[in-house]
């Protein structure tokens, strides 16, 4: 679970060195000044929230750090997506020894690992620069836990794009028969058919089946890629039987709201009008009036430093937890069903219901 809250406070940090993985991926690695190393201490599996000023605009995007925390390095890694304005200017512009500004560490794609754990099992599906969070998992639970095993499905285009193929071949050797590392392309073809193509429902079904024989024996499982590649491995495992707390998700991108989700916010926003809501961020509340969008804009319409990066409701930045009243919620992948239920919403995709909804950034 995401740790305690952060106001909007960017520290800038310095690149230390800029890593080329692949011919459209780079790995970022930061300078941490002694006085932030606590407060950029991570766990594995969360990730960076990286600010620029790009043109005259305010642009914002979460990286996975790919690094173990015990590595003591701070390194994230940007896959240049087309159009992508920040991917881009990384790749274009960014040089060692720049100031980027970055928030600290946070997210809820990770797991507590234990050097004292009984043998256990994990597995992660991985498609293109979703590898990066699975990395440090990966990293951690191999060098945390000395009875674990790790199994990797990994699907790319073709090897030339797949970004750590020679840190996750060095993992193979370092941790021989701890570590099981399965390659998927879909524009290469090799010697067993199983492995030609795209991590799509049918082959995940099959991986299931004949590499994993007993998915219900699994400690967890980890998905991060594309989205036809998380749905496709999150239905076959559900179809295996597979318990969902075991499946954890982390989502880069958020799907279309369904028309009918998108006319109930809509219909939210309208009677939330003229409503006002106290928010606590940094210790104080405040009181704030409902601007007619969300409570993340309201909050900083009212001059309040609420973070957030992606507003699309995938990278839970925005995360607070109502502490009175309700509201309506649209998308909220960022969010495990655990901080469902202990009441954390996405304030970038939340609106009131009703007069004197109280919202906690600082819980
Ligand atoms: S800003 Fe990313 S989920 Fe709200």
């Not at 750090?65 to 003591?72: G, W």
């Not at 089946?209 to 219900?216: F, Q, W």
């Not at 279309?256 to 006319?263: C, G, T």
Request: proline fraction near 4%.
């Amino acid at each position: 679970m995401q740790s305690g809250r952060m106001s909007d406070h960017f520290h800038a940090l310095r690149v230390a060195d800029i890593i080329a993985e692949t011919e459209d991926a780079n790995s970022l690695r930061f300078d941490v000044p002694g006085d932030l190393a606590d407060l950029f201490r991570f766990r594995a599996g969360q990730h960076l929230t990286l600010k620029a000023d790009i043109g005259g605009e305010d642009v914002r995007r979460n990286y996975s750090l790919c690094v173990a925390p015990h590595e003591s390095e701070l390194k994230v890694t940007v896959k240049r997506i087309a159009g992508g304005v920040f991917s881009n200017w990384v790749g274009d512009h960014l040089k060692a020894g720049d100031m980027v500004e970055v928030l600290p560490p946070h997210g809820s794609f990770t797991y507590d690992f234990s050097p004292d754990a009984p043998p256990r099992h994990y597995v992660a599906f991985a498609g293109g620069s979703g590898i990066t969070p699975i990395m440090s998992l990966i990293r951690t639970a191999l060098s945390v836990e000395p009875k674990a095993r790790f199994t990797l499905f990994y699907g790319n285009r073709d090897s030339s794009s797949v970004i750590f193929l020679d840190g996750l071949s060095d993992l193979k050797d370092r941790y021989m028969g701890r570590f099981e590392l399965f390659h998927f392309l879909s524009d290469e073809a090799g010697d067993v058919e199983l492995f030609n193509g795209m991590l799509d429902r049918e082959t995940c079904d099959a991986v299931i089946e004949d590499l994993l024989r007993d998915p219900k024996a699994i400690e967890a499982f980890f998905i991060c890629g594309p989205g036809p590649m998380m749905d496709a491995a999150e239905a076959a495992l559900q179809a295996a039987g597979v318990d969902q707390q075991k499946i954890k998700i982390e989502r880069f991108t958020a799907g279309r709201p369904s028309a009918a989700k998108a006319a109930q916010l809509q219909q939210a926003k309208e009677q939330a009008s003229g409503t006002s809501m106290w928010v606590t961020l940094d210790g104080r509340a405040r009181k704030v009036e409902f601007n007619g969008d969300n409570i993340l804009d309201s909050a900083r319409d009212a001059g309040l430093p609420a973070p957030f990066a992606c507003k699309a409701g995938v990278c839970a930045t925005c995360r607070a937890r109502v502490t009175e009243g309700e509201v309506e919620m649209g998308a909220r992948y960022g969010l495990t069903d655990e901080e469902i239920a202990a009441g954390y919403v996405l304030t970038c995709q939340s609106v009131p219901k009703g007069d004197g909804v109280k919202v906690d950034y600082d819980s």
